[in-house]
């Protein structure tokens, strides 16, 4: 694979992918603390 | 609305928006989009209208329905006015006119996922079962089995829609992990690595990569279809919307991304000569024709050809039910029973299929009437939301009690301004381009002609506007 396409890759994944983690992470928590 | 019709929990409301976005779309039509419009570049476009069109319309249905508690109708008369209410309608048509042949793709599935357990797609061409399967009245059966499952489930309220996601949904979600790491792990995936996420910057400067980046936001989360709104009246009083709005949309492009990595590194490691004859076959020929033979082609093949179309027809039967309980919702507004309107939703979807079922040049010509009507739809909730006072609406109720976290003033402007121009846009092109080299573009009778758009929003626009008078008349005497 091409330098840019790790780059854009890594980029893409970690912003959809890692958004949605952190996203759920921080609603796990709210509803944690809401009981 | 008895206090029964309530999600039980966050996470229900959750898995059940999810299910509504994603649908077919994400698995079949995202990898073929994504691979004909530049990789890399188109994925910048798709990830910056996810924040600019999917996020804050989805924000702007949550406070609808969540306020309102009604369906589409009910909630854009209660915001802006009965006069208005017609506009509710476009919603709730869009929906159920796709529904009538989005029950038919999701029979596809049924039979193709049969096709794959017994063994029928390993010692049958996938060509010549999906000629002889659409040429035959067997869509007409896979679609009123699927429609039958998707009524049972929405009779028993909100509580079936939600038992049925707590199961589907991450059951969807292992599967699809399950198939995208299959496809990395072949030989030769890198190859559709590189094809996916090499940007082509140059491509940027191309406007119809982001028309079709917004095109795809717009068509595969399912904002501005009324769905959301629709869910959200069933939504806690104290429940949070602008976390769970980027939560549901972030999720569903996450399928997205997965899939798209998944079908090209099985092209790319399988097959890569024919990487753009199979890119450019359709959704239905990507999916029915070469997703099988792909997948045949590869160690322990039926297995994963089983948990794709397993997949697909989870993804499809959750968004199903989604658009028959929004029909369903408006005609309880009436003052319909529930089981007495999902009947009635459920009977109107198996008749009016039957077209689509039997054809699929009516198949494609409802998709592109309605599928474009969306993006109308879509701009109607931002001109709602505007009539309305989108500070009124961003403080009292995406901001309101229970918010997990603030939205900002940016959320006025994206919604009173570039969603509305966005929505303008993508309708003048999607025309257009059905227009310019298209010399019958005027025929009504054409699959996929500017003609056959206007008559069948004109008739449908004119039927609800006539009822929407007839209902306030009716209003207005009693």
């Known amino acids: ?35 | 609305m008895s206090s029964k019709e309530q999600f039980g929990s966050r996470w229900g409301l959750i898995l059940a928006t999810l299910g509504m976005a994603v649908g077919t779309g994400n698995i079949w039509r995202f990898p073929r989009i994504v691979a004909s419009n530049g990789g890399g570049s188109f994925l910048v476009a798709w990830v910056v209208f996810l924040l600019i069109w999917s996020i804050p319309l989805m924000m702007a249905e949550f406070a609808f329905g969540k306020r309102t508690r009604k369906g589409t109708v009910g909630a854009i008369s209660s915001l802006i006015g009965d006069k208005f209410g017609w506009m509710g309608g476009w919603a709730a048509l869009c929906a159920t006119a796709i529904a009538f042949y989005y029950s038919v793709v999701a029979g596809w599935c049924v039979r193709y996922l049969w096709a794959s357990l017994s063994g029928e797609l390993a010692t049958k061409e996938s060509a010549v079962l999906w000629a002889n399967f659409t040429s035959s009245y067997e869509p007409i059966l896979t679609h009123l089995v699927v429609i039958s499952a998707c009524v049972a489930i929405v009779w028993f309220g909100v509580k079936g829609i939600e038992r049925v996601a707590k199961v589907l949904i991450p059951t969807l979600f292992v599967l699809v992990v399950i198939l995208t790491v299959r496809a990395v792990t072949l030989p030769g995936a890198e190859k559709g690595l590189e094809f996916l996420f090499t940007p082509d910057w140059s491509a940027l400067a191309d406007y119809k990569i982001w028309l079709e980046a917004l095109t795809q936001n717009a068509w595969d989360t399912g904002a501005g279809w009324g769905l959301i709104l629709t869910y959200a009246v069933y939504m806690k009083a104290r429940e949070d919307i602008p976390l769970n709005a980027c939560l549901i949309g972030f999720g569903n492009n996450s399928v997205s991304l997965m899939a798209g990595i998944m079908v090209l590194c099985t092209v790319f490691a399988i097959n890569p000569a024919a990487q753009n004859e199979i890119v450019g076959a359709g959704n239905e020929g990507l999916t029915f024709i070469w997703m099988p033979q792909l997948f045949a082609a590869m160690p322990a093949g039926q297995i994963f050809m089983t948990i794709f179309f397993l997949a697909l027809t989870f993804a499809a039967v959750t968004s199903m039910v989604s658009m028959i309980e929004l029909a369903a919702r408006n005609v309880m507004d009436g003052g319909v029973p529930r089981r007495k309107a999902v009947a009635w939703v459920g009977g109107a979807v198996a008749v009016f299929g039957i077209p689509s079922a039997l054809s699929l040049d009516v198949f494609a010509n409802q998709d592109w009437v309605w599928g474009v009507g969306l993006m109308l739809s879509g701009l109607f909730f931002a001109l709602a939301a505007r009539k309305f006072g989108v500070e009124k609406l961003r403080t009292e109720d995406i901001n309101g009690e229970g918010s997990d976290i603030k939205v900002g003033r940016w959320w006025n402007f994206v919604i009173s301004v570039l969603v509305p121009i966005e929505a303008i846009v993508l309708m003048v092109w999607w025309l257009w381009s059905a227009a310019k080299d298209n010399p019958n573009w005027l025929d009504v009778f054409s699959s996929f002609s500017v003609g056959t758009v206007i008559v069948q929003w004109a008739i449908g626009l004119t039927a609800l506007i006539l009822y929407n008078r007839w209902r306030i008349k009716r209003q207005e005497a009693s």
């Open chain 1, 1 to 35: 694979m091409n330098t840019s396409a790790i780059v854009m890759m890594v980029l893409m994944c970690g912003f959809v992918w890692g958004g949605f983690l952190f996203l759920l992470t921080k609603a796990i928590r709210s509803e944690a603390d809401k009981s």
